[in-house]
C-alpha cells in the first residue's frame, strides 16, 4: 500500500493531474477546447503545457483524451487523420526554453467527417515514459484532412493527462 504511515512507509511518488482544453462553465454541462477549423494540412486542435510546480522524473504517465471531429463543407464525406503527441519541455537554470522531440502517442488515427457529422472518440491509457523522462511536458492534437474538407475539431474538458514521478530536488 502506498502512502501507509502506520507501516512507516514513506511514498516517494508525486501525482500531478492537469485536465485538458478548459473553456468558458457550459450550461449542460459539457466543456470543450476552443475550436480549431482544419483542412489537408497538419493544424493544432490544442496545444497545452502540462506543467505541475515541481520538476519530476517520471515513472508512469496516463492519458485520457476525448476529442469531437466535424465536418462543414456541403454535403462532402472525407477522411481525416488525427494524432496526439507529447514532448519535454522546461526553462533551464539560465532561462531557455528547453525542449525535446515530440513523440507520437497514439499512432495516426483516420476518421470519416462529413457533412454536420460528428465523430467522438475517447484514447485511454498508459505512455511508455522511456522517450518522455521528465516533466513538464507539451502535449498536442494534430488533424488533417485527405481532401480540400474543411472540419473542425475541439478537445472535452473531461480529458487528462496524469504524471506520477519523483521530484527532481533543486529544480
Known sequence: MRGNIMRGAIDPFQTYVQHLGAGAIATDGVQYSSTATFGTTNAEILNELISPPFHLSL????????QKFEGLNGSLVATMNYYWEMRPEYINAQG???????????????????????SEDTLEGYI????????????RLMASGLNA???TGKVKN???VRLVGIVIPGS
Open 158 to 160: 473531461n480529458s487528462y
Open 59 to 66: 515513472k508512469e504517465v496516463e492519458v485520457s483524451f476525448v
Open 96 to 118: 531557455s526554453v528547453v525542449t525535446g522531440t515530440y513523440i507520437n502517442l497514439s499512432g495516426t488515427l483516420s476518421k470519416a467527417v462529413g457533412t454536420l457529422i460528428t
Open 149 to 151: 474538407s474543411v472540419a
Open 128 to 139: 511508455p515514459v522511456g522517450s518522455i523522462p521528465a516533466a513538464p511536458v507539451r502535449i
